[in-house]
């Protein structure tokens, strides 16, 4: 079922439900991270606790600080649902909001992440730092603190992700695993890429350096970008270079991963091209 005209937290419940009728030996699973609570935010704070957790920080501790972070931000609770909202629209194989809510890792960390970038804002650094830590090690995903990342992403596969501290992303984002938004190492301060709105980046993508990339632009899998990429570009390669432009404004809202070839360029982008 669609959650246009019904509360995203409902369509959980009612999946759930299903779903423990369908496969009795998942019921407890079910009840423990989505049924017995009274809300996303705190059944979602009971899922990334389990998994973050620690000998020494229970599992307990955590999510009371992670419910605590959501009850503070109504910015992250919007985003949460967005983020969940764009998964059940982009992947054709989440079927449903249940199962990426559960178990995608991309999911996982992504809000993970806000909840530690709630917590370095607030100067928290050693939580937000431990949250970063355990995420890495749990799903192979590395998102810095002090990123800057709006609502709508969608973290497909996830590992092997990077995101560097100054690294911005923009809204209705999606990237596959492998991607990578890092420094050069020749830069210092601000040095990691800023990506604009609806862009898609493909499997295994480094995009590397204080570069933008243009807003509803296509970066093909595989490619090494070292520059600033024009908005609307369909780029590939190594290093990247714009081979066209993308047939829809949004291309991360379709995932249509193919290269389009309505406009080929072939040549070089620079800086001037912006
Ligand atoms: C640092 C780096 C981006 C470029 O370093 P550089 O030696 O100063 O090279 P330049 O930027 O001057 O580029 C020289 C040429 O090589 C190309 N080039 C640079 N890095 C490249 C790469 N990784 N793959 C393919 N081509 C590359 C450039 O496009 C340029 O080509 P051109 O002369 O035709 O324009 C590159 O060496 C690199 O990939 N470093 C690893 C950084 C990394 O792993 N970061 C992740 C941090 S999380």
Do not use: C
Not at 214 to 223: L, R
């Amino acid at each position: 079922m669609g959650t246009k005209h019904h509360s995203l937290w409902q369509t959980l419940r009612d999946e759930a439900i299903r779903l423990s009728e369908e496969e009795k030996l998942l019921a407890p699973y079910f009840h423990e991270f989505v049924l017995k609570h009274a809300s996303l935010e705190e059944a979602l704070s009971a899922i990334l606790a389990a998994k973050l957790a620690s000998a020494p920080l229970s599992a307990l501790s955590l999510t009371r600080e992670i419910e605590h972070v959501f009850e503070q931000s109504a910015e992250i609770r919007a985003a949460v649902r967005r983020d969940l909202q764009a998964i059940e629209e982009r992947d054709p194989a989440a079927g449903g909001v249940v199962e990426p809510f559960l178990h995608y890792k991309g999911f996982h960390s992504l809000e993970a992440y806000r909840v530690s970038h709630y917590l370095w804002n607030e100067h928290r650094f050693a939580l937000a730092y431990y949250l970063r830590n355990r995420v890495t090690e749990i799903f192979a995903v590395d998102i810095h603190p002090a990123a800057k990342i709006g609502k709508g992403i969608f973290i497909d596969h996830a590992t092997g992700v990077v995101i560097g501290e100054t690294a911005h992303v923009g809204n209705d984002v999606s990237l596959l695993h492998g991607v990578t938004l890092g420094g050069t190492g020749k830069e210092h301060g601000d040095r990691h890429p800023k990506v604009g709105n609806g862009v898609l980046i493909g499997a295994g993508t480094k995009i590397l350096g204080n570069v933008r990339i243009g807003e509803g632009s296509k970066i093909g899998a595989g490619s090494v970008v070292l520059d600033h990429v024009p908005p609307h570009s369909t780029v590939v390669g190594v290093p990247g270079r714009v081979v066209g432009h993308p047939k829809t404004g949004r291309p991360s809202l379709l995932m249509d991963q193919s290269i389009d070839s309505e406009e080929l360029v072939f040549s070089s982008y620079t800086a001037s091209m912006l």
